[in-house]
């Protein structure tokens, strides 16, 4: 099957489903939908290897609705995630998917928030659960959640969460479920112990590989030669010579993390580091600064980046050569997408050769070599455009992204050309401003009502 040849009005779901499917711009398929959907249509249990940006997320998400009762006020399907951010995209999307399904109800369980109205959102139902490992054992430990009734169950990013430890809380969650399941595996990889540790929970699997390549006119591909001492001196070289609006840099190590991102910041780049060792706030607040431009380069390892869904990202930088060919290819997969070209930068020492050489040969073309000493010495300053403004309030009250839009346009006085990404959770806002109005805005802002309140605010630096 290829995506040319399948479209979505193709596949025997509901006229609702279809037209909602139009509404979203989903008309054709990607490889990975056209190939898993009719094998989830049949009730099979899936094994499925895809990329980042794959379209995976629908995939399942279509799987899930088109066999959904409403009426029926049960757990009918659970989506497990490696991460919180993971977690929220995967139930953004599924909300997306389910507009035209009346009263479907979608619950996300993760750490880092309150146990309690999570309990209380349990106790009234849900179709559809979306969690993270801990969180969800955690509630299976309690009573709180009843999965027996789970028709399907999807384990997403599979390898990511066995890299993260979660193997034995996923056996427990696995445990909790209706037997008379189906299950639905996807995984960038899937290695040999891997498969051999999930096979108890997949009945007679369908198993697919979709290409994780890159087209090569779509993402430029360019290795430079460091030794282990220039190895960050040569980070900055790139990014005053490229001048990437955005940039994720990947270290193999959190502590290889903290020192570049200090490093570049005293250089005059707007960057911050994103590992595991942070707490769940920080590492949620990091996310939104570099989703909307208040940060230019984010420094983060392969566990931590996972989750991360930046639309239009400049380019990515392997700042350490990964030792898995699958890896590198997500890495940088992660530029160059919605047909815009993107630019993907390998730092390699003389001893990490090897590891490109599997590169070339996974890719089967030859490795562009260039060198520092041909990169301009431009020093402009890579300053993010935008600052993150933080209201200490959420959805808790009643606050939306209008709101906050009107306060900053009406009370403050500046233009809407002038505002950025408005993000709304739980108990917090964040606004982006542009860099030049942060100080009017801090300052008449702290003194604005909004919905009739007053709100603490400050500057995320």
């Given amino acids: 099957m290829t995506q040319t040849l399948k479209r979505f009005s193709d596949l025997p779901l509901s006229p609702a489903l279809i037209n909602n499917l139009s509404s979203l711009a989903y008309v054709e398929m990607t490889e990975i939908q056209a190939n898993s959907i009719p094998v989830m249509l049949e009730q099979r ?21 088109s066999k959904l009762n409403p009426s029926y006020f049960a757990t009918q399907a659970l989506v497990v995630c490696p991460t919180r951010e993971l977690a929220d995209q995967v139930s953004n999307e599924l909300r997306r998917l389910a507009r035209a399904t009346p009263n479907v109800k979608i619950l996300t369980l993760c750490g880092g928030t309150p146990m309690r109205p999570q309990i209380a959102s349990l106790e009234h139902g849900a179709h559809i659960v979306v969690g993270t490992p801990g969180r969800l054992l955690d509630h299976i430990g309690r009573n709180s959640i009843n999965l027996a009734t789970v028709q399907t169950l999807v384990l997403d990013e599979a390898d990511r969460m066995v890299d993260m430890g979660f193997f034995e809380d996923i056996v427990g969650i696995v445990a909790a479920c209706s037997p008379r399941r189906q299950t639905l595996l996807f995984s960038a990889t899937y290695p040999s112990d891997m498969r051999h540790a999930t096979a108890s929970f997949l009945r007679d699997p369908v198993e697919m590989k979709v290409e994780s390549q890159h087209a090569s006119q779509q993402i430029e591909q360019l290795f ?33 993390c903290d020192e570049l991102a200090e490093e570049l910041q005293h250089q005059g780049i ?15 607040e990091i996310l939104v600064l570099f989703a909307n431009q208040s940060c230019s380069v984010l420094v983060a390892t392969d566990v931590a980046a996972r989750g991360i869904d930046i639309q239009s990202l400049g380019a990515v930088i392997n700042v350490d050569v990964s030792k898995d060919t699958e890896v590198h290819i997500h890495r940088i997969g992660r530029t160059g997408r919605a047909g815009e070209r993107g630019l993907a930068l390998t730092l390699a020492a003389p001893n990490e050769k090897k590891w490109v050489k599997l590169i070339e040969e996974y890719q089967g073309q030859d490795a562009i070599w260039k060198s520092l000493t041909d990169l301009s010495l431009n020093r402009t300053e890579l300053i993010a455009p935008k600052i993150s403004i933080c209201i200490a309030g959420g959805k808790k009250d009643k606050l939306r992204p209008g709101d906050i839009l009107g306060a900053l346009t009406g009370d403050v006085g500046i233009s809407k050309d002038q505002v950025g990404k408005i993000n709304v959770f739980e108990f917090m806002s964040y606004v982006a401003v542009d860099r030049a109005i942060a100080d009017q805005v801090l300052s008449k802002l702290g003194r604005c009502t909004i919905k009739g309140r007053q709100f603490k605010i400050r500057e995320i630096t």
């Avoid at 282990?228 to 490229?242: K, T, W």
């Avoid at 994103?274 to 920080?282: A, I, N, S, V, W």
């Fill in 270 to 284: 707007t960057a911050l580091a994103l590992h595991g060792d942070m707490e769940q706030r920080d590492r949620d």
């Fill in 224 to 256: 430079f030669e460091v030794t282990p001492e220039n190895r960050n001196a040569a980070v900055s070289q790139l990014l005053f010579h490229y001048q990437p609006t955005s940039t994720i840099a990947f270290c193999n190590t959190k502590i290889h």
């Fill in 45 to 65: 249990d899936l094994i499925a290897q895809a990329k980042t940006g794959s379209g995976k997320t629908a995939a399942f998400g279509i799987g899930i609705l």
